[in-house]
C-alpha cells in the first residue's frame, strides 16, 4: 500500500535555529511529491513540486531535496511566521489523486 | 487572479439533514478534487472530476455522498442524511491540466479555504 510518513510529528524551534523535516514515502511509481504549508483554519498553500532524485528546490528559508525514498524540507533561520503545518503529498505515476502524510506541527518562538 | 473558492466556510447540520458544499476551481481550470480531513487525521482524497465526468471516486464513501462538476456552475459535494462521523473539514483543489498517465508531468493542486462542516 502506498504511503507517506513525515517527522517529526511535531517541533518546537528558537527563532533563527535551522532543521529539517522528513517526508518518507513507499510507492509504486512516483510521478512528483509536493509540499504545502497548512495555517490553522485555512487550506493548504502550495510550495513545491519535486519530481526526481537529486532535485532541490528553494524559496525564501524554504529548501526541499528529494531521493528515492525521502524528501526533507530544510527551513533555514526560521521566523515566527513560519510557524504552521507543514504537509507532504505524493502522487503516483498513473494515478491523479495526492496521498497526504499526517504533517509537521512546526512552532518558532521568538 | 482569484483563488479556488469555497462556500459555505461553516455549516452545521442536525443528523440526518442533508450538506451540500460547493467549489469554484480557479479561473481557466476545469479539474476538481475534493479532499476531507478529519479531526486529528491527514487529509484523504475522496473524488476526482472533470466537466460533467466523475474521473475517480476511489475514495467516496459507497453510500450517502455524491458529486458532480456540471458543464456550467461550481463543483458540488453532496452529503445526504448526516451524521456525526461526518463532521470534518472538506477541501477542494483544481488544476489546469489533467496528470497524463505514465508522463513526469503533473500539474499542481491549488486548494480552496474549505467548509467545515459539523454535524450535530
Known amino acids: 500500500e502506498d504511503q507517506v510518513t513525515q517527522s517529526p510529528e511535531a517541533l518546537r524551534l528558537q527563532e533563527g535555529e535551522s532543521s529539517s523535516l522528513n517526508c518518507s514515502y513507499t510507492v509504486s511509481g512516483l510521478r512528483g511529491l509536493f509540499w504545502y504549508r497548512q495555517d490553522p483554519g485555512k487550506g493548504p498553500e502550495f510550495l513545491f513540486t519535486l519530481y526526481s532524485a537529486g532535485e532541490e528546490k528553494e524559496k525564501e528559508r524554504l529548501k526541499a531535496t528529494l531521493t528515492k525514498k525521502e524528501s526533507f524540507l530544510h527551513i533555514t533561520a526560521p521566523k515566527p511566521e513560519d510557524s504552521a503545518t507543514y504537509l507532504c503529498?505524493?502522487?503516483?505515476?498513473?494515478?491523479?489523486?495526492?496521498?497526504f502524510g499526517a504533517g509537521t506541527i512546526l512552532r518558532v518562538k521568538s | 487572479n482569484a483563488g479556488v473558492m469555497q462556500n459555505p466556510r461553516h455549516l452545521v447540520r442536525r443528523r440526518g439533514q442533508e450538506a451540500r458544499l460547493r467549489c469554484s476551481p480557479m479561473k481557466g481550470h476545469s479539474h476538481v478534487y475534493w479532499y476531507r480531513q478529519l479531526p486529528e487525521e491527514g487529509l484523504k482524497f475522496m473524488v476526482y472530476?472533470?466537466?460533467?465526468?466523475?474521473?475517480?471516486e476511489s475514495g467516496m464513501p459507497k453510500e450517502r455522498f455524491s458529486a458532480e462538476f456540471p458543464k456550467e456552475g461550481p463543483s458540488i459535494l453532496r452529503i445526504q442524511q448526516v451524521v456525526r462521523g461526518d463532521s470534518a473539514a472538506y477541501f477542494c483543489?483544481?488544476?489546469?491540466?489533467?496528470?497524463?498517465?505514465?508522463?513526469?508531468?503533473?500539474?499542481?493542486?491549488?486548494f480552496g479555504p474549505g467548509t467545515r462542516l459539523t454535524v450535530l
Open positions: 503529498a505524493v502522487q503516483m505515476e498513473y494515478g491523479n489523486k495526492l496521498v
Open positions: 472530476l472533470q466537466k460533467e465526468n466523475i474521473i475517480d
Open positions: 483543489a483544481s488544476s489546469l491540466r489533467a496528470p497524463s498517465g505514465g508522463s513526469h508531468f503533473t500539474d499542481t493542486q491549488y
